[in-house]
Nanobody, 124 residues
């Protein structure tokens, strides 16, 4: 069992930056691929970014490429999402998730564990 807790969300102005963190419980964090998803009001949850267990491979949604980066610190059981050049379209609840197999990083159904989410609001 893996428990995930996100933090770092908040209110930011257009063009600003935020760094989200997701800390996992358990001793097997380093074996999980990790993903970030988001869900805006009235919309489906969508893929944002993911990172393989060994941090060798990262994947990003087209909408965030060049603005967001994902990284992880396996010693601290934490994955990060650095978000730059934020726009109102980035406003959503952001969720981190853990995928035991890392086969389909962009598919939310592939993830085994989810956090409760953290709100990101970008004001214009």
């Amino acid at each position: 069992q893996v428990q995930l807790v996100e933090s770092g969300g908040g209110l930011v102005q257009v063009g600003g930056s935020l760094r989200l963190s997701c800390t996992a419980s358990g001793r097997t964090f380093s074996t999980y691929s990790m993903g970030w998803f988001r869900q805006a009001p009235g919309k489906e949850r969508e893929f944002v970014a993911a990172i393989k267990w060994d941090a060798v491979r990262t994947v990003f949604a087209d909408s965030v490429k060049g603005r967001f980066t994902i990284s992880r610190d396996n010693a601290k059981n934490t994955v990060f999402l650095q978000m730059n050049s934020l726009t109102p379209e980035d406003t959503a609840v952001y969720y981190c998730a853990a995928d035991r197999w890392g086969v389909s990083l962009v598919n939310l159904r592939a993830y085994d564990y989810w956090g409760q989410g953290t709100q990101v609001t970008v004001s214009s």
